[in-house]
């Protein structure tokens, strides 16, 4: 399955290459965090494991809980040619000691990590390919421009706050990795490359539904949504809310979520909340 898409093992070696993770709480609250560990796993192809994949239990608390409440898990990875692929898998328990363990901890990111090596190494058997994608650079442009032109267009339920400024500035640039996660009709979590996603006001976010609009199409109004964006600094802020719905500019879908929690995605606090 993994090694039938042409480039995604390729991307998945990238020590750098954006890969995301999103799992879900036991009561179905969706989570999403930059995960550059994830990585193919040393046997997998071979045996009882032809498509496992495995990744390294660091500042990465939220989605342990989840984990540990609830198998399923999405996975996103995108290369900086933006090829993508879109995943769902099965997670497997955690390693604490083995070949997985040692793999992890030999990667140039852990060897040499200021904080620690990991806790752990996380297994997740991938169930299927949801699809592949390849997003054009001028198309990338176009759908931040309709998306900034929408506003949030929406009443925003009670529950929504004020981002601070800090991560506002931190979710416009145009150069930066956006994706959005939400629960399928399974109840696995899915999710969507939306690069275009930025602040509508300070209490809501808009994306063009651009490459990923089959994706979203069947979001629901209310339903609960998880946004991270991944910077070119290495900067990434999660936001989690609900989906508003999607309004047509100039022809084009743009959907809204409102931002009910903010938080901080690495050091020197990673996870913590900042709204």
Wanted: glycine content about 10%; charged content about 20%; overall charge neutral.
């Amino acid at each position: 399955m993994i090694e039938e898409q042409e480039g995604l093992v390729e991307a998945l070696s990238g020590e750098m290459t954006p890969k995301f993770l999103a799992t879900r709480s036991a009561g179905g609250v969706p989570n999403v965090v930059p995960c550059t560990t994830l990585m193919q796993a040393p046997d997998s192809g071979a045996g009882d494991v032809p498509d496992r994949l495995i990744f390294g239990n660091f500042l990465m608390r939220k989605s342990s809980a989840n984990l540990d409440a609830d198998a399923r898990v999405g996975i996103l990875v995108i290369t900086t040619n933006l090829d993508g692929w879109v995943l769902q898998g099965d997670f497997a328990g955690w390693q604490r000691a083995g070949a997985y363990v040692d793999r992890l901890n030999s990667t140039d990111l852990l060897r040499y990590n200021p904080y620690t090596g990991i806790r752990a190494a996380g297994i997740v058997d991938v169930r299927r390919v949801v699809r592949a994608f390849s997003i054009p650079r001028l198309r990338v442009a176009a759908d931040f421009f309709l998306a900034r032109l929408a506003g949030h267009g929406f009443p925003l339920p009670d529950e929504a706050v004020a981002m601070p400024r800090a991560a506002r500035t931190h979710f416009s640039p145009l150069m930066a990795v956006r994706v959005l996660a939400f629960l399928d009709q399974q109840g696995y979590p899915l999710i969507a490359p939306v690069l275009s996603l930025q602040p509508a006001g300070d209490r809501a976010l808009a994306c063009a539904y651009g490459v990923a609009g089959d994706m979203l199409a069947s979001l629901e109004a209310g339903a609960l949504v998880a946004a991270n964006q991944l910077t070119l600094d290495v900067v990434s802020f999660q936001a989690r809310g609900r989906w508003l719905g999607s309004q047509r500019v100039l022809g084009t879908r743009v959907g809204t979520m409102s931002v009910e929690a903010l938080f901080a995605g690495g050091p020197p606090v990673p996870g913590r909340q900042l709204a």
